[in-house]
C-alpha cells in the first residue's frame, strides 16, 4: 500500500482580506493582463493555496505519493475536552446541535473529518479502522489532550472501539457510542447475529453503479423516514447531508463498506472506561439487535440508553434528548 506514515504536525493558516474599494478600469487591465500571464508563472499547489486563504487547520498523518494526507479540525472552547467523531458519509459538522450544547455547558469541543471526507484529504488508500484510529491518535497526540472523551456516531464508534484497541485508555477519561456499529456487524459461524453479507453487498454493488441514489436512499433510511423519527427531519437537511456525502472521496465512500464489518470485539474487551451507549429501536442503519445491545452486554462500566422509536440519525432529530444525556454523563 503506498501509505507512509510520518509524525502529526499541526497546520494552521489565516484567511487573507480582499480589498474593500472597488476596481478602477486600470486596475480591471491590470488584473486581466496578469490572468493572461499566470501560465507562466510558477504553479503553487491548491492545498498551498487553501492553507493561506482560509481559517482552517489541519493536521498531517501521511503521505501519499507527491501529496499530503492531512485531517481537518475546529478546535473551540476551554474547559474538559471532548473530541466528536462523526458517521459515514457526513463530515465534522454532523455534530451542529452537540458542539452547541457542549460549549454552552464549558466543554473544550473537537470535531475532525475522516480521512476523504469533508475538507480533510481524499487519499486513495487508508479507508480501514486501523489507519482511521492512528489518525485518531495523530489528533490526540498533535493537540496533547488528555483527560479527553472521546464520543462518537454510528461509523465514528468504530474509531473509539479500534484506538482502544490499540493505544489504550491512558490519554482517555469516557466514551459514547452513539448507533454504534460493534460488536461485530456481519454474520458468521461464529457471529450467528450479525447481518447478513448480501445486504454489503448490495450496498456496495449501488454506491458504484449510481452513488447519488444510493447516497440518497441511504439517507432515507438513516432518519427513519415514513416513521415516527422521519417526521423530525426536513427534506432541506436530507438534501444538505446528501450534498457533503457527494462531496466525499468515491474511493473512500465505497472502500468504507468493507471497515463496517471489521471485528471489534477484542477492541471491546480492552475497554475500562466509563462507557455510555445511545440506540434507537427504529435504527434501520444498524439494528440494536445486531450492534448495541451486544456491545452493552460486553462493557463492564456501561450505561446503556435506547430511545423509542430513534432513529440512526438522532443526533439531529433527537437532539434535545441525546444532548440531556450527553451533558449528564460528562459532567
Known amino acids: 500500500m503506498n501509505f507512509d506514515r510520518t509524525a ?16 478602477s478600469r486600470r486596475h480591471a487591465l491590470t488584473l486581466a493582463a496578469a490572468g493572461l500571464a499566470a501560465p507562466l508563472l510558477p504553479a503553487v499547489s491548491f492545498a498551498e493555496t487553501r492553507k493561506k486563504t482560509n481559517p482552517m487547520s489541519y493536521i498531517k498523518v501521511g503521505q501519499e505519493n507527491s501529496q499530503p494526507i492531512e485531517i481537518y479540525y475546529e478546535d473551540h472552547g476551554s ?3 471532548v473530541v466528536l467523531i462523526h458517521g459515514w458519509p457526513l463530515n465534522g459538522d454532523a455534530w451542529e446541535k452537540q458542539t452547541a450544547a457542549l460549549l454552552a455547558a464549558g466543554h473544550r469541543v473537537i470535531t475532525y473529518d475522516r480521512r476523504g471526507f469533508g475538507r480533510s484529504s481524499k487519499p486513495g488508500v487508508g479507508y480501514n479502522y486501523d489507519t482511521f484510529a492512528a489518525d485518531l491518535n495523530a489528533l490526540l497526540s498533535a ?3 488528555t483527560g479527553v472523551s472521546l464520543v462518537g456516531h454510528s461509523m465514528g464508534t468504530g474509531e473509539i472501539t479500534r484506538y482502544i484497541g490499540k493505544y489504550g485508555t491512558k490519554r482517555l477519561h469516557k466514551a459514547v457510542l452513539i448507533g454504534t456499529l460493534g460488536p461485530y456487524l456481519v454474520k458468521a459461524p461464529d457471529n450467528p447475529e450479525g447481518v447478513d453479507p448480501k445486504v454489503f453487498n448490495d450496498t456496495r454493488a449501488g454506491l458504484k453503479a449510481d452513488r447519488p441514489v444510493a447516497l440518497m436512499e441511504f439517507l432515507k433510511n438513516f ?20 450534498a457533503v456525502a457527494m462531496g466525499a472521496s468515491p474511493i473512500g465512500t465505497v472502500a468504507c463498506v468493507d471497515a463496517w464489518i471489521e471485528d471489534f470485539r477484542k477492541d471491546i474487551a480492552r475497554n475500562d472506561l466509563p462507557t455510555m451507549i445511545i440506540h434507537g429501536d427504529d ?24 430511545i423509542k422509536r430513534g432513529s440512526h440519525g438522532m443526533t439531529w432529530t433527537r437532539a434535545e434528548e441525546i444532548n440531556t444525556e450527553l451533558l449528564r454523563f460528562l459532567a
Open 8 to 23: 502529526p504536525k499541526a497546520v494552521h493558516s489565516s484567511r487573507s482580506r480582499a480589498s474593500e474599494n472597488g476596481l
Open 79 to 81: 474547559g474538559s475536552p
Open 143 to 145: 493537540l496533547d489532550l
Open 223 to 242: 432518519y427513519s423516514v415514513g416513521g415516527a423519527d422521519g417526521k423530525r427531519v426536513s427534506e432541506r437537511v436530507i438534501e444538505a447531508n446528501w
Open 283 to 306: 435504527d434501520r442503519i444498524l439494528p440494536p439487535d445486531a450492534t448495541s445491545r451486544r456491545q452493552a452486554k460486553m462493557i463492564k462500566n456501561i450505561k446503556y440508553v435506547e
